[in-house]
């Protein structure tokens, strides 16, 4: 049994999605558990209705909704020939929803709302399937995948989840070939609807992997495998056929938007190799992610916008020791941020960190208490593993640097 997952710019159009249907028959009879995001940019706009909600701007939310209707409708009307499928019933919770007002917490609604962007993708898709003949089983993950009321940021019950794969997907797969579930969401034992944080289908097909021992898990992308570079911003970005579990967390670590940081955790626990291939041609190699150490990897560039500096500095002149270490680190936690990179000098520490406006303020207040406090924001912070003298100047060549970090692999420069 393998694993896929197909992310939302993999069913953004009718003939993507007719691509997948065509990918999916390549493979005959396998067994395959499929796992679909929501269709595009439905995640983003479902985002704007729980906005317009939670500001008491109902019209404003019911007007939006109706856009992600219509636009679903239409897909579904030009897929579906034979028999009339509907969304119906995804439609109407959400619109019961809206006609409330808001009395629970934002990130309560984000869930309840931005949920049916999966749910509406992969009814659609299921429903295709049926009507090119390819059999298949719809589950809801709600009923598999249990986590705790962490709203937005979910985590996993385990033991739970196990017992119902074991319970009910082990199962229908004696009886089927496919299944085809949501990643990203889940509920709580209370049956509200939970989301496991942005871009984490990637980690729920992670975890179907593991519990279902498959033979590897497959994530279909844009992209021919994953790059050294962001190739929207390095024209000379190339693909890495190989790559080792721990190299991809580091990367996803330095802020690499390959794959959610969640996800290699499960496999590598389990040995499953993970393979990122481009559904635009799925006869391309693509990346293999396994145990095995790569050598001779190019250089890998990962470039962070959006970055704060901030300054701490002992208000009396006297050395910053653990103390006032271990109290930084204490806000940190409190506030949950992580910062980026620090570096710690006689009078002052110096901490990037990525710019989320009041969670900065937070912690630029709260810090006053025990040093002088400067911010400096609109920078980029620049990592380059595997890096060489040439690469980095060229990098950095007419930038301003702030501040470099560099170890035997990698090196960081916050740039201006
Ligand atoms: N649809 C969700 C998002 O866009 C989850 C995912 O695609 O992984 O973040
Ligand atoms: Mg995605």
């Known amino acids: 049994m393998n694993v896929f997952k197909f992310g939302g710019a993999s069913i953004n159009s009718i003939e993507r999605i007719e691509n997948v249907g065509k990918i999916i028959k390549s493979f005959g009879s396998e067994k395959i558990l499929i796992i679909i995001s929501a269709m595009g940019k439905t995640t983003n ?27 679903h409708n239409y897909v579904l009307q030009q897929l579906i020939k034979k028999e009339s499928s ?28 931005v949920c049916c962007g999966e749910l509406l993708s992969t009814a659609l898709v299921s429903a295709y399937f049926n009507e090119i003949e390819i059999t298949n089983n719809w589950v809801d993950v709600r009923d598999i995948l249990r986590t705790d009321n962490n709203f937005r940021d979910a985590i996993v019950d385990w033991d739970f989840t196990k017992t119902k794969i074991t319970e009910t997907i082990v199962p229908l797969f004696e009886k089927t070939n496919l299944v085809l579930t949501q990643g990203f969401i889940g509920a709580t034992d209370e049956n509200e609807s939970t989301t496991l944080g942005r871009e984490g289908s990637d980690y729920s097909a992670a975890i179907f992997a593991n519990m279902l021992n498959a033979k590897s898990l497959t994530i279909w992308k844009d992209v021919e495998g994953v790059m050294n570079a962001d190739p929207k911003e390095f024209a000379d970005a190339q693909i890495i056929r190989y790559l080792s579990y721990n190299e991809v967390i580091e990367m996803a670590y330095y802020g690499a938007q390959v794959i959610h940081p969640k996800t290699i955790k499960p496999l590598q626990n389990k040995q499953i190799p993970l393979y990122v291939k481009c559904f635009l041609n799925k006869d391309l190699p693509g990346t293999t992610i396994d145990n095995k150490v790569a050598h001779n990897l190019p250089p890998i560039i990962v ?36 910062p980026n990179l620090t570096q710690n000098g006689a009078i002052s520490i110096l901490c990037c960190l990525d710019d989320k406006p009041d969670k900065i303020e937070k912690l630029a207040l709260s810090a006053a ?35 470099t970090q560099q170890t035997t692999e990698t090196i960081q420069a916050l740039l201006h």
């Not at 729980?50 to 992600?68: H, M, R, S, T, Y």
């Not at 400096?376 to 100047?393: C, V």
């Open 45 to 71: 706009a479902l985002e704007k209705v729980v906005d317009a909600f939670f500001a008491g701007n109902q019209k404003e939310a019911l007007d939006l909704f109706e856009a992600i209707k219509n636009e």
């Open 86 to 113: 509907s969304l119906k019933d995804f439609y109407t919770e959400i619109e019961w929803l809206l006609h409330d007002k808001p009395v629970r917490a934002y990130d309560y609604y984000y869930d309840q709302i």
């Open 303 to 338: 470039v962070k916008q959006q970055q704060v500096l901030l300054q701490l500095s002992s208000k009396d002149f006297s050395f910053v020791g653990e103390a006032y270490v271990s109290k930084l680190y204490e806000l940190f936690a409190a506030l949950k941020i992580k």
């Open 369 to 403: 208490e025990y040093f002088d406090v400067l911010v400096e924001k609109n920078l980029t912070l620049l990592t380059i593993r595997y890096y060489s003298k040439e690469k980095f100047d060229e990098l950095t060549k007419d930038k301003k640097i702030l501040l």
